[in-house]
């Protein structure tokens, strides 16, 4: 029983990576002590080669450098199994007296027969690894890891305070602290890589000089000539040195691209397009300069005017790409001229394949200005899309006159992965954002199918883009209601109800008056979808007040119809709920200062609940807007706090919900919520 409990054990360890860590292993130490055939030498030096050339191209192509933890072990490794190869050979050259045939062949090849240049070569190749690719990864290394760790508490109080504000859960929050974990971990275990690299590259040396001094010195007492010894085993040494040093020679290159690349977000050809390749005028000045020197006497003429000519097609096809998208009208109407009073939506150099893709961000656009005029009851100002090198390559801001409206980073080639509901992060991708309080990952397309089975959200970076314009265009809704929008709103309702227009112009219903109260409501998260209504309501109201603040409350209950009614397309609405006794809280603190009620709480006691409402407004909006409930008392100093919160909440009393809407409470807000800013007991990452 034991024998067969044993065998099972040792069937089930065959075909897994213990047992072809553990065949290495004991391969490795064979080799050292058994000799190896000529030819499986040479296949593993092959081997070394072709690995080290991969090794090189992953870190060139990975669009997250930083994110290959495997990359420091592997390093570790192939310059383990390198030197383990050199020995073998050294084996070879000492006791048979010739290399494996790769390396004579490699010696003869590079050399051209020649053994003095042979060993020139090698002691070249040999002092540019050393003096520049080593001690440059060993620097390089160091001193990133050096500033990650130095860097490591400021951006830990980051998170802290993103975390007391509400902007990051707790699930989050530990999230980014193992990400800085990774981070600092990753730029250490290459500095150990790169300091194992040079110690390599100094045993390769002393190898291989040995070895050629070993077999000449064993040829010299075998009788043979000093000057055919030494030019055979000058180009034995020169293959063996090639073969040892080209593969340690890339695979340090490797490490270099990867610690250099570690903030990217994309692949390094990428990136090069992007921030390098920005505009036709640095190929253009060295076309001329190109140009300039070849016609110059003595120059040769071939290779500098070919290049020049070449360079100066490049800066003509990049003025031509480039005039193609620098300023596109996106729905702004036949006729439209730029007035230099439009939404402004510009993209970095890298996102350029966004605007000419055929269904890409110029169409998206239209489509998201169209349903958000709808949805809000007035039109948007016209977007003009561009591309811009102001910004980083892969940014975006969405701007109106002199206010921001959205700005972010997308990832190219990239989807973003949004959990379905909050406090759910994968293990796997960059962290990125929605724009509307949703956090997800940038994943590749393989792992956006994996995670769209697992209900998750993917977008494409336009549609990341829209989704983060609709919520820009709802939170500065207000700012975009001006006159010329009243009057506009006043000249469509003069166009079906004209007779109820000219008694509310009699009655003072201007523009103005339009502007004030309509941007009121829009603050709110209310619609002016009824705008009928809105111009009668006025008309009634204003012969009593003529305060803005009373107005729109007045206002409120067909605004907050329509509102209720785009919520609750069933019928049901899911909204929070307000303790009694927060409410009497707010009743307590609402303060009239000028034409608006604030909510007059002490500092700590505001942060407290702006943090509260925005928890619990991103944690069951999770990307849409959330409605909460309070009583008429409460209404004004709580919309006063709702403005200050980045979750999306609209303030709603009983007397705002039409009668056809059932209402269910998906969570209240209560006293003990307010004890403390939620998420401070998150653990510090470690100095």
Known sequence: MPTRGAAGA??????????????????????????LPALAVDVLLALSLGAAVGVLLVTLMAPEPDRLSSLPP???LGSLARILLCLCVSRLVLVTGEGAPLVTTLGRTISGGDAIAGLGLLVVLAVVHLAMVTAGVGRMSEVA???????????????????ARGHLSAGEAREQVRRLEQEAGFYGAMDGAGR???????AAVVIVALTAVGAAARSLSAGGEAAEIA????LTATGHGLVTILP???MGAA????????ASGSGLIEEIGGQMVQGPWPAAAAAVALLGLGLLPGVAKAPTLVVGAGLAALAWWLGSRRGATVRTVVNGGPGFEPSGDEMLAEVGMGLVDL???SDGLGEVLVRVREEMGAALGFAPPPLLLRDSMALRPTEYCVSFRARTLARGIVRPRRLLAVPPAAGVTPDVGRPGEVGDGRSGVWVTDEEARSLAEIDYLCLRPAEAIARHMRVALRRHAAAMFDLEAASRLLRRVDGTHSEAVALARQAGVTAPVVRQVGARLLEAGLPLRDPLALVETLAEALPETHDPEQLALRCRPHAAAAACRMLAPDGVLIALDLAPELQDELAEAAHGSGERTVAALAPERARCWTAALHELGREHGWGRPMPLLCEQRALLPLLDLCRQVTAELIALTPSDLPPDITVEFAARLDPESLQQVPGTEVASAPA
């Open 231 to 234: 030019a055979q085993y000058s």
């Open 74 to 76: 592997v390093l570790v």
């Open 255 to 262: 490490a270099a691209v990867a610690v250099s690349r570690a």
């Open 196 to 202: 194992l690299l040079r110690g390599e590259a100094v």
């Open 248 to 250: 340690a020679l890339l």
């Open 355 to 357: 605007i000419e893709d």
């Open 10 to 35: 040792l069937a089930r360890t065959v075909g897994t990576p213990q047992a072809a860590a553990a065949l290495l292993a004991v391969g490795g130490l064979l080799a050292l002590v058994l000799p």
């Open 145 to 163: 890891a050096r500033f990650a760790l130095d860097a490591m508490p400021g951006k830990q109080m980051g998170l802290d305070a993103a975390l």
